[in-house]
């Protein structure tokens, strides 16, 4: 049976920690957040594996700093207005100064929605050795379940239990998702299926926005990579000492996140937290790093994080969209100019960008920073590139086979 937590952190011993309780000095802390929380009765405080460091403070008002945009998508559905002009301008601009937005009008019924919460609620409420079944160490597994960050190398536990696993193209590994609950897979794929058609039509602006065709994101994923990472963020005795998620930015081209009605998601804006509260209906979207590869740096993937609480369970969906694994990623060719725009990123496979970048402990945007060029210097060689929209049908021999 895999192990979902590093082995310094099972069975451990804080009866020598001042926030210690009794009745977690030997918890199995591979158990998972949610069966500690479960478990343990009249919990109040944190086991000193789950304490962070440091903790950056959110901006304590709203009034200090504006709130992510809000964009409505009905302008999309239009092949040419001024309508469909402004929500493509409206996008770039968020793009660009955010990274991140919330999106109205996107077409996801608000029926299908609810019942994906509910099924992944019904999954994380399922008994400890039914959940199990899915874990594994492998970061690249194509269904995985585990607690706190995604890899085993040794770090301090976040305060999250996790369901991840692969999706479009669904073919590829339905048969692998869970089965418990008994409708998970079928509400699952028509929600993959209709947030998928969701993210092709936010990249096609996107596209629009930085000057390409149309259709020139979607054709640079190739057979494309969609990723569903749920999360479950029980409440916590002791929300300022731990984080649900620390800051990172996600690896793929676009993130699309439902949640339900508990606060939880924060963004960095311009060296401040700034909360993204819970809007019925909406969802948020974000950029990841194939698109601040792909865009040669005018887009930039945006470190957030999830916080939690001491009265609610937050549950949230993420659905991060990329590239065939196989695929190398680098920046548009009409993006770059050798002399007035040179390339800022060398190219990589996505999938051991992927590997990388979810197998380290060290949060923010470090893995990103890997593969950036030194072209500051006025010395720095020219990088050969390949260049995602012609080469997305060539192929790399996966590693793994």
Known sequence: MASLVPSSCLCANTSDHPLADEKTSTHDY???????????CNLHSIPFMYILP????????????????????????????????????????????????????????????????????????????????????????????GTSLNTSTPHVLHWRDYLRHFGHPIESSFHLWPNNPSNYREVAKKYLEDVWKLAMKISSAISEGLGLEKDYIEKSLGEG???????????????HLTLGLSAHSDHGGLTILMQNDVDG???????????V?????????????????????????????AVVNEEKTRISIAVGHGPDLNSVIAPARSLVDEKDEPPLYKPIVYRDYMRCQQ??????????????????????????????????SSKIPSPDN
Request: aromatic share 8%; glycine share 6%; net charge negative.
């Open 54 to 145: 440091v903790i950056p403070p959110a901006c304590p008002s709203t009034a200090c700093h504006p709130s992510i945009p809000v964009i409505d998508l009905d302008g999309l559905n239009e092949l040419s207005s001024e309508r469909r002009i402004l929500a493509v301008q409206s996008i770039s601009s968020a793009c660009a100064e955010w990274g991140f937005f919330q999106i109205v009008n996107h077409g996801i019924k608000a029926s299908l929605m609810e019942e994906m919460l509910k099924s992944v609620e019904g999954f994380f409420s399922l008994t400890w050795e039914e959940k199990m079944k899915y874990a594994s160490d492998d970061v690249m597994n194509p269904v995985r379940y």
């Open 277 to 305: 509260h819970h809007v019925p209906g909406t969802l948020v979207v974000n950029i990841g790093d194939y698109l601040e590869i792909l865009s040669n740096g005018r887009y930039k993937s945006v470190e957030h994080r």
């Open 359 to 392: 197998s380290s402990t060290v949060r923010g945007k470090e893995p990103l920073g890997i593969i950036k060029t030194n072209t500051s210097s006025t010395s720095s060689p020219s990088l050969e590139i390949s260049y995602p929209l012609e080469s997305a």
């Open 265 to 275: 998601l924060q963004v960095r804006y311009n060296g401040t937290w700034i909360p």
């Open 30 to 40: 591979n158990q998972g957040v949610k069966h500690l929380v479960d478990t343990a």
């Open 225 to 239: 990579c969609q990723i569903v990472a749920s999360n479950y963020y029980p409440p916590c005795p002791e929300p």
